[in-house]
């Protein structure tokens, strides 16, 4: 599952996306939903179609630059997405969702108050919290011994070859900006330079980039420790409790990913639909079980068992220092080109 830069990078991409074409938009009873990989559970989809009627024509990425091509591509017309918070927030500024229509979605209200004014969509008037979660460290404590409770502590060179971390520019950065006492969205061309010779000396310690499935490495041996989705984590920790997550003491991000509409969406009825559906606490549990991320819904929340809630990695203990991402515009593109740059020199 997860996460990138921005609009300024993924329009670059776009007109490349567009010749490539895509499949039809879906038809009056259908929907086409373009969401992350590994985050809604198909039998959630099946049962709303034997339900409503509605086929989901259900399309993955793997970052938000990717949807975001996808999307200003033109080539396919969707109905709902499933963006980051500070995305939502680009998206809404350029006028690129529809508004909901709150009368359709009566099951708003379970939607717990912390996930509420928030900065970029303060009245949620076109997006509903779908998941949120952390970005933290997982350690197979079997394997390492030494405490790893920050970045410093994963990018050492005992570690060589035996890191796994996210494929995700915007979070490297900000994991570099937390270690010299930035707050993550100073985002800008001074702050990137000043943090470049750090993340050089991290890249070439890590064997393996993965946005899609960073507990699979894990999982398989292939490392030992990294950075990763806490969801993610969750189902590590439900393996085996060897695996054990870390916020990181400098300060982590919370990300909360949401279901909204494009402007100009073909089947806006079905999109409502569909949002509403998960809304309920019975389905939205079912999402909770299969990816335990942390869940917006606290009508859902209480039907989780309490050894479910006691996960660290989905509900994390504590008062932890948590920031969630502003749209940065133009910067997101010297952050993408920073990244690139140093992950090619790395070897990477």
């Known amino acids: 599952m997860r996460r990138m830069t921005c609009i300024a990078v993924a329009a670059a991409m776009a007109a490349t996306l567009l010749l490539a074409g895509g499949r039809p938009a879906g038809a009056a009873e259908s929907i086409n939903l373009f969401g992350w990989s590994e985050y809604i559970p198909q039998s959630v989809i099946d049962d709303f179609t034997k339900e409503t009627g509605i086929e989901v024509n259900y399309e993955m ?29 680009a998206l809404t500024k350029e006028g690129k969702l529809e508004k909901l229509d709150v009368v359709e979605l009566p099951n708003l209200k379970n939607i717990g108050p912390e996930f509420r004014g928030l900065p970029h969509d303060p009245k949620l008037e076109y997006s509903v919290p779908y998941m949120s979660g952390t970005v933290g460290i997982v350690v197979n404590t079997e394997k390492v011994k030494d405490p790893v409770t920050g970045y410093r502590d994963v990018f050492q060179e005992k570690y060589k070859g035996r890191i796994v971390i996210l494929d995700d520019p915007l979070e490297i950065v900000t994991w570099a900006l937390h270690t010299e006492g930035l707050p993550p969205n100073a985002v800008n061309k001074e702050n990137v330079e000043k943090v470049k010779p750090m993340i050089a000396t991290w890249l070439p310690l890590v064997k393996v980039y993965d946005s899609d499935s960073p507990k699979t490495a894990l999982l398989n041996g292939d490392v030992d420790l990294g950075i990763v989705w806490s969801g993610e984590a969750a189902l590590l920790y439900n393996e085996n409790k060897k695996f054990q997550y870390t916020l990181p003491k400098e300060g982590a991000h919370r990300f909360i990913d949401n279901l909204a509409i494009p402007k100009g969406a073909p089947n806006k009825t079905g999109a409502h639909k569909f949002i509403n559906y998960v809304l309920r606490p019975e389905v939205s549990v079912k999402i909770s079980k299969e990816f335990p991320y942390t869940n917006p819904n606290v009508e859902a929340r209480k039907l989780l068992t309490p050894e479910e809630r006691a996960n660290p990695a989905s509900y994390p203990p504590g008062n932890p220092k948590l920031d969630t991402f502003r749209d940065i515009g133009e910067n997101a593109v010297l952050v993408d080109k920073a990244i690139t740059d140093l992950k090619a020199k790395s070897g990477a």
């Open 61 to 89: 990425y793997a970052s938000n630059e990717e949807m975001l091509a996808k999307l200003f591509s033109g080539a396919t017309k969707y109905d709902l997405i499933q963006p980051s918070e500070y995305v939502i927030e």
